[in-house]
């Protein structure tokens, strides 16, 4: 099949795109996942096929939002039916013997602003499930709070078992083969904590957005949902408000999720029922909508917020 050659689309590819086919970018996204005879690093789990794809149309259609966890377009009003027809799900392939991997990144605040925050946790979990790293780290800046019910980390925990930021990324980096494929809801978010670079610490990652997101036809666009929703209705497990994320168990949840997507994906029906029981399931509030502030420091959820600091994305 003969590749496009317009640039390809960085949003698309982490399914944050606007513009759906209107898009003046490439929506075949193809990651550079290394030659036929990559192999596994050790450990590492390999998922069959020959490249990871979207096919073209799959970008959230232009004037969307996500709010409370329902996309909404033209200020929620609904589209018509044209519009409303789902588009086609998308679609993993890798080479054989391809490492996947499941990154997850924990922070504590170290101020009162919402993006006042640094790396205290890191994991790497493989395509298996197994943990490779459960790294803590000892932030640099003074911590204002350990945001112990959303993180679970607490003081004695960073003291006693923490690590300069600077070994915990050595070390990370020593894991990482340059052909491995990295998963993770928003995974470009914990890349962008870390300061890894796709395409020298990593091959390319893959973003369980793109691929969980449930089409609402009512709008003609797509459902953004959290970690702990896609758990709940993929997988049957359900965290209640009393448990604490960690960044081992948000890592393996990252892994069962793409297994349990790409075991269904090239059945387009399974897909949409299940999209359909995303958007049915009640949402359960975000730690940052209970908590918009927590300890005295913003947690960010952009209706709630007052620490005047600007959002990015």
């Not at 073209?56 to 589209?79: K, L």
């Not at 790497?124 to 490779?132: A, F, Y």
Request: hydrophobic fraction near 40%.
């Amino acid at each position: 099949m003969q590749r496009e050659s317009r640039p390809h689309c960085s949003f698309f590819a982490r399914g944050r795109c606007r513009n759906g086919d209107a898009c003046r970018f490439s929506h075949e996204f193809v990651p550079a996942v290394g030659g036929p005879n990559a192999g596994a690093a050790s450990g590492g789990g390999a998922n069959g096929g020959a490249v990871y794809g979207m096919g073209t149309g799959m970008g959230v259609a232009a004037g969307a939002s996500v709010n409370g966890g329902r996309s909404m377009a033209g200020g929620g009003v609904p589209v018509d039916a044209a519009a409303a027809v789902a588009p086609p799900p998308a679609q993993v392939r890798l080479p054989p013997m391809t490492p996947i991997f499941a990154i997850d990144v924990e922070c504590v605040a170290t101020g009162v602003q919402h993006h006042d925050r640094a790396v205290a946790q890191i994991s790497l979990v493989d395509g298996n499930c197994m943990v490779h790293l459960n790294l803590y780290v000892r932030p640099a800046q003074p911590v204002r709070s350990y945001l112990t019910p959303l993180t679970g980390l607490t003081a004695e925990v960073l003291d006693t078992h923490g690590m300069p930021l600077e070994r915990a990324l050595a070390t990370l980096r020593a894991h990482l083969p340059p052909n491995g494929v990295l998963v993770g809801l928003n995974i470009a978010k914990d890349v962008e904590w870390l300061g890894l670079s796709e395409g020298r610490d990593f091959a390319s990652m893959i973003d369980l957005a793109a691929l969980l997101r449930a089409w609402n036809p009512r709008f003609g666009s797509f459902t953004y949902s959290s970690q702990d929703h896609y758990a709940k209705v993929w997988l049957g497990f359900q965290r209640t408000e009393q448990d604490a994320h960690d960044a081992v168990t948000d890592a393996i949840i990252s892994m069962r999720l793409f297994h349990a997507f790409t075991s269904v994906q090239h059945d387009a029906g399974v897909v949409a029922a299940i999209g359909d029981r995303v958007l049915a399931a009640p949402a359960t509030p975000s730690f940052a909508k209970r908590n918009p502030t927590f300890e005295g420091c913003c947690m960010g959820n952009r209706k709630l917020c007052k620490c005047g600091a600007p959002f990015f994305s």
